[in-house]
């Protein structure tokens, strides 16, 4: 058995150099500085941050035994199950998860300070997976026998619940074997089940799955972030990739020859530890020089006379061919949203407050179309979830509050267009905003929410006109026709509203991934609005007429679709599939007018004319792609 963990500038393992001995070694130049002899077997491996304590669980219930660093004293702490999870924060306080979480004082004798959960209870989860968040608390995984999870946060003083966030990904019930890993930002965690062939990115301010990483044919054994984007991933055939949080892969390296059972970044490199008891030290740059030559664009949005692309230094503009007319500064931090109406392009982009919390801030540049020039550039605290350009050049934004005050949460900032200050609005309150557009006067805004519901906000924007539950699950998308509205839910369901009243006329239901739950479903409308697309992740397309709500047509696709998009009274659309693969597609029977190849994973979709069609992939790539109708085929 090979156990890893890390602390300081030194990395610990059990077994590494083929016995059992804890070894400590240096992560510069993997010297042993520290050799302690254990008779095991052992599971479960833990060390303070400045490496000067041990701790490990053994496979059985023969306790967990613990060491100061450099010396031959050990304590051993009787326990009556089997460490699942340990974690060192300091040299006096040990944190175990053996189907319950217990907080140990370590001096001046060990002693149990608080429990939580009932391994022995049939009808509470038996708890095997956890982490220390960036507050120091611990959060841990509860699965229950139907699948559903959350992920609890308990106070480390006196492991008092704090927060609960409901995954929308489904678990199997008492999983012995997984990888649950936080983000260094703390928003976010990485899940890998023993017997599932990928990794789930999870966004811990709702729970919803943000991005499915393959697990490319092989187990998934081992998983570590670098940053907020970027996880390094371990498998069973000895390979590490380096994947970026779109689903990009940027690099891979034949680290280890047996399976990759452990993975420490550590400055330029990363140290990896194989089931056969080595230890390896790769520079990522390794892993990396895959991307070097890419031109990193990060998010594209188009418009009749041109496209809009925000790249890692800059906002640009291009002409409708494709001809760069001129840059801008862009906003510090991950890109969140673009809009392009035509007049003004706006980006908001989002990032952490500080190294060492959990608070975001964002800033929305707005530039203007014709030369370039900066109109405004507006600071605002919390996490932008989608922009709304409005008529005379305002701008909605619909965020995701700091958590400090959520009864205070002023969820929707409005930027007027005339560069004045932002206005922040206590509109819906608490609630996960998914998507954001106009409503029929005198009412302002339509939200979608993360809880299923649609608020309806008038030209009082401190509080909702009116609110219904839409769906069983979050609506991930509002397209508003007249006085009809068009929502799309997780729960796989379509419903057609009245706009004004929210009164249900008539709705339908399309075909549901049966095991990814929580999506992400890709739509679009076409056919001037009369007619949706969506696929639910899956390697099919349904077109359905809104009118009659029926579905119209089915289409078979290469992989599952990853974005659907239709340009303004055209009588086509185009779907990006799983393997780079994007389709054109007749609008009237979904029959197959050409494709284009263009690999990677293709994450926008964007027009600048009818049949001129730009693609972004996760690598950084945009594809020019053109619709010839006389010859009915694509050029890319």
């Given at each position: 058995m090979v156990a890893l963990a890390h602390g300081s500038d030194r990395i610990v393992s059990l077994g590494g150099r083929g016995d059992d001995d804890v070894v400590t070694s240096g992560l510069d130049d993997g010297a042993p500085s520290a050799v302690v002899g254990f008779d095991g077997p052992a599971q479960r491996l833990a060390v303070t941050p400045d490496g000067s304590s041990i701790a490990i669980g053994r496979t059985t219930d023969d306790g967990i035994t613990l060491w100061r660093n450099g010396t031959a004293v050990a304590t051993t702490i009787a326990t009556p199950r089997?460490?699942?999870?340990?974690?060192?924060?300091?040299a006096s306080t040990l944190f175990v998860?053996?189907?319950?979480?217990?907080?140990?004082?370590?001096?001046?004798?060990?002693?149990?300070?608080?429990?939580?959960?009932?391994?022995?209870?049939?009808?509470?989860?038996?708890?095997?997976?956890?982490?220390?968040?960036?507050?120091?608390?611990?959060?841990?995984?509860?699965?229950?026998?139907?699948?559903?999870?959350t992920i609890d946060v308990h106070r480390a003083t006196d492991g008092g619940q704090v927060a609960s966030v409901q995954l929308a990904l489904a678990l199997a019930p008492n999983q012995p074997e997984g990888l649950l890993v936080p983000a260094p930002g703390g928003r976010r965690c990485a899940w890998a089940s023993?017997?599932?062939?990928?990794?789930?990115?999870?966004?811990?301010?709702?729970?919803?799955?943000?991005?499915?990483?393959?697990?490319?044919?092989?187990?998934?054994?081992?998983?570590?972030?670098?940053?907020?984007?970027?996880?390094?991933?371990?498998?069973?055939?000895?390979?590490?990739?380096?994947?970026?949080?779109?689903?990009?892969?940027?690099?891979?390296?034949?680290?280890?020859?047996?399976?990759?059972?452990g993975i420490v970044p550590h400055a330029?490199?990363?140290?990896?530890?194989?089931?056969?008891?080595?230890?390896?030290?790769?520079?990522l740059e390794e892993l990396v020089d895959a991307r070097a030559a890419v031109p990193a664009v990060r998010a594209i949005a188009g418009h009749e006379s041109g496209l809009s692309l925000v790249t890692d230094d800059a906002v640009v503009q291009l002409d409708a061919?494709?001809?760069?007319?001129?840059?801008?500064?862009?906003?510090?931090?991950?890109?969140?949203?673009?809009?392009?109406?035509?007049?003004?392009?706006?980006?908001?982009?989002?990032?952490?407050?500080?190294?060492?919390?959990?608070?975001?801030?964002?800033?929305?540049?707005?530039?203007?179309?014709?030369?370039?020039?900066?109109?405004?550039?507006?600071?605002?605290?919390?996490?932008?979830?989608?922009?709304?350009?409005?008529?005379?050049?305002?701008?909605?934004?619909?965020?995701?509050?700091?958590?400090?005050?959520?009864?205070?949460?002023?969820?929707?900032?409005?930027?007027?267009?005339d560069r004045g200050e932002a206005a922040y609005h206590r509109a819906w309150g608490?609630?996960?905003?998914h998507v954001l557009v106009d409503a029929l006067a005198p009412e302002r805004y339509l939200v979608g929410l993360a809880d299923g519901r649609i608020v309806a906000i008038g030209p009082e924007l401190d509080c909702p006109a009116r609110a219904w539950k839409a769906h069983g699950a979050g609506v991930v998308a509002l397209h508003r026709s007249g006085d009809e509205l068009l929502s799309i839910g997780l729960d796989a369901e379509?419903?057609?509203?009245?706009?004004?009243?929210?009164?249900?006329?008539?709705?339908?239901?399309?075909?549901r991934h049966p095991k990814r739950r929580e999506g992400p479903i890709a739509h679009s409308l076409f056919d001037r609005g009369r007619a949706v697309a969506i696929s639910f992740r899956l390697p099919q397309l349904e077109l359905f007429e809104l009118e009659r709500a029926e579905l119209r047509a089915t289409a078979p696709l290469p992989g599952a679709a990853l974005v659907i998009a239709a340009a303004p009274g055209a009588d086509w659309l185009a779907v990006a599939c799983e393997g780079g693969m994007v389709l054109a597609l007749a609008g009237d029977d979904a029959r197959v007018l050409g494709a284009w190849e263009c690999g990677g994973v293709i994450r926008q979709l964007a027009y600048t004319a009818q049949r001129l069609l730009y693609a972004r992939s996760t690598t950084g790539q945009v594809h020019g792609l053109r619709l010839e109708p006389a010859r009915h085929r694509l050029d890319g």
């Open positions: 089997a460490a699942q999870w340990l974690a060192l924060p300091d998860v053996d189907g319950e979480l217990s907080r140990w004082d370590l001096e001046p004798t060990p002693t149990r300070r608080w429990t939580v959960g009932d391994a022995d209870a049939v009808d509470e989860p038996y708890l095997r997976h956890a982490f220390v968040t960036v507050d120091g608390d611990i959060a841990v995984l509860r699965v229950r026998d139907d699948g559903s999870a023993a017997n599932a062939g990928g990794v789930s990115l999870i966004d811990l301010d709702d729970g919803h799955t943000f991005a499915q990483l393959s697990g490319d044919g092989a187990s998934i054994t081992a998983l570590a972030w670098i940053d907020d984007e970027r996880v390094l991933i371990g498998s069973n055939d000895g390979r590490v990739r380096l994947v970026d949080a779109d689903g990009g892969v940027l690099g891979a390296v034949q680290a280890q020859i047996a399976a990759v059972i330029t490199t990363m140290v990896s530890a194989g089931a056969d008891g080595m230890l390896a030290c790769h520079a061919e494709g001809t760069r007319r001129w840059s801008a500064e862009r906003p510090a931090g991950d890109i969140a949203a673009i809009v392009d109406d035509g007049e003004l392009v706006s980006v908001a982009a989002s990032q952490r407050a500080s190294s060492s919390g959990i608070a975001m801030t964002s800033t929305v540049v707005r530039v203007e179309l014709g030369d370039g020039n900066l109109r405004d550039r507006t600071e605002i605290d919390g996490a932008v979830r989608a922009l709304l350009a409005e008529p005379g050049g305002g701008l909605a934004i619909a965020l995701s509050p700091n958590p400090s005050a959520p009864q205070d949460a002023r969820p929707l900032v409005l930027l007027p267009s608490p609630g996960l905003p379509a419903v057609i509203w009245d706009a004004r009243t929210g009164e249900r006329r008539r709705g339908f239901s399309f075909t």
